[in-house]
């Protein structure tokens, strides 16, 4: 069984830093694209964040030069940098991976559970 764990939330004030952690375990073939998604209260999630195989980075908007996404696929992980956090960063964080597993014979995608980041003016 494939899963996605986050660590790393929590409380910060505005203008703080937070780095997340997202480690996937479990028995597959490879993993593809990871990412970081955010929903903040009352809204839709969204694109944070994402990172290829590759290494190559895609950033929203409200995030570039504020966040820095990175892996590590020896140890299947991803993270997210955060710095110069505002209180609209305020959110929940899902890890997010492509994963090919074992018998399966298409990519699927598969999300963490979640961690609140809530950062305070």
């Known amino acids: 069984q494939v899963q996605l764990v986050e660590s790393g939330g929590g409380l910060v004030q505005a203008g703080g830093s937070l780095r997340l952690s997202c480690a996937a375990s479990?028995?597959?073939?490879?993993?593809?694209?990871m990412g970081w998604y955010r929903q903040p209260p009352g809204k839709q999630r969204e694109m944070v964040a994402t990172i290829t195989t590759g290494g190559e980075t895609n950033y929203a908007d409200s995030v570039k030069g504020r966040f820095t996404i990175s892996r590590d696929n020896d140890k299947k992980m991803v993270f997210l940098q955060m710095n110069s956090l505002r209180p609209e960063d305020t959110a929940v964080y899902y890890c997010?991976?492509?994963?090919?597993?074992?018998?399966?014979?298409?990519?699927?995608?598969?999300w963490g559970q979640g961690t609140q980041v809530t950062v305070s003016s």
């Open positions: 479990g028995r597959f073939a490879r993993i593809n694209d």
């Open positions: 997010n991976a492509i994963i090919r597993a074992y018998g399966i014979p298409q990519d699927q995608n598969y």
